[in-house]
């Protein structure tokens, strides 16, 4: 999403990263970057990626089926360039966050001609302007809080936006669909559990970063829970839909994946374990919402992974009453 926002800079550029980064493949900035007069070259396909602008609008197509992020960094860099242009989009995964991305866009100043995701016009020279601007909650935080409620207990969280174009606000839908008590306001959600969870069908193409809680929503629920979209979990921090049967497996939760579709048998009990995060930020979360129903202590190595979106989660689920040891520079939960 930087990377052509970056690309308006006339200097030489370098962009490098860590962790699961390095292994993302990179080789479509190459394919689009020249059709915008930006020189780009990787490290064969991946980081680190060299660049030099400035990026210049022109009409450009992309695949959008790897991710919405670039195309993001493309909308906003070409709101403060482009004169006419179109950008037009194959198979774009996450409408929703795009969505986002315009409502942003307007509330600074910038409009563009949203033609059925498919193409993206730009009609005359616009530029940002300064305005004032809250920043809304996190839907994708906020929904293991949601579902850490749903299993275990009641809680209120406050400053989300019901009303948002976050794509993660389906979290509700998920919850709403396996039995959950849901008092909405407008900035507002507070969660309860009626009785016993039951399992759910529930699409999360649009939405993956759900996946993780999702899970540890599915484990609590008796019986098979499907959820679909398994396809877009290969390259987040860990290729996700591996790394949550194989840890949840461990707390003794069989999930199955059928190719683009993951069946979770829930209600089955979870078990006190070790398990690791992968480096993965979603999957310790995930693995500490499970923790809260586990019949034993629950050790997440590597649980600083929290660190790169949420870093107070350990901290606000033992406010929700849940134990919680630091060990080390890792965290350990217990049951």
Known sequence: MFTPIAALASQPLTIVGHGSLVTRPMDFFQEVFPKLSVE?????GKLPLHIKGPLQANNVEIDGSLSSQFLTGLLMAFGSVAEKA??????????????????LMEHFGVQVENDNFERFHFTKKQSYKAVEYTVEGDWSGAAFLLVAAAVSGKAEVKHL??????SDKAILQALESAGAQILPGLYTVIIG???????????????????????????????????????????KESDRGITL?????????RIDLDGDVMYVHGGTGIKGAAVHSRNDHRIAMACAVAALTAD?????????????????FYDHIASLGATVTVTSAEKALNH
């Open 40 to 44: 780009c070259s990787t490290n064969g």
């Open 193 to 235: 559990n009626n009785g016993e969870l039951k399992p759910f069908e529930f699409d999360a193409t649009d939405c993956p970063d759900l996946f993780p809680p999702l899970v540890a929503l599915a484990a609590n629920c008796k019986g098979v829970t499907k959820i679909l979209g398994v396809s877009r979990l290969a390259h």
């Open 245 to 253: 049967q194989e840890e949840f497996g461990k707390m003794g939760i």
């Open 161 to 166: 936006n019901t009303q948002s174009a976050q």
């Open 86 to 103: 179109t950008i037009t989009v194959k198979d774009l995964k996450s409408k929703p966050y795009i969505a986002l991305t315009l409502q």
């Open 296 to 312: 034993g202590d629950v050790e997440i190595e590597n649980a600083e992974a929290i660190n790169k979106s949420y870093p107070e």
